[in-house]
Nanobody, 125 residues
Framework: QVQLVESGGGLAQAGGSLRLSCAASGLTFSSYGMGWFRQAPGKEREFVATVRLDSSTYLGDSVLGRFTIARDNGKNTVYLQMNNLKPEDTAVYYC???????????????????WGQGTQVTVSS
């Protein structure tokens, strides 16, 4: 079955950086779009970033210019590089996979059928 395992979360200071990784198994990784979402306590799950099969990317407004997403098909892994972190970036970050294909980007949670367990990111001020 499909498994997505996130790693790399932890505690960072404001202005610092973290890199999240998501290792995928049980799927032909290069055939799936990948995304990152996050959820802070008491808030709805929020789109962060997505990468298409052709490695083109789309990022949410709140992280544009600070975060980047990339995929390594040889390692079945998607990365989220987070720079210039802010306290409002504190959340559980989830990796997700979608089998949907199209001309646009998929940035809603219901577009993704497979999810990881999440990794906590905490940014202190």
């Amino acid at each position: 079955q499909v498994q997505l395992v996130e790693s790399g979360g932890g505690l960072a200071q404001a202005g610092g950086s973290l890199r999240l990784s998501c290792a995928a198994s049980g799927l032909t990784f290069s055939s799936y779009g990948m995304g990152w979402f996050r959820q802070a306590p008491g808030k709805e799950r929020e789109f962060v970033a997505t990468v298409r099969l052709d490695s083109s990317t789309y990022l949410g407004d709140s992280v544009l210019g600070r975060f980047t997403i990339a995929r390594d098909n040889g390692k079945n892994t998607v990365y989220l590089q987070m720079n210039n972190l802010k306290p409002e970036d504190t959340a559980v970050y989830y990796c997700a996979a979608t089998a949907l294909q199209g001309r646009g980007f998929f940035y809603t949670a219901d577009s993704y059928a497979w999810w990881g367990q999440g990794t906590q990111v905490t940014v202190s001020s």
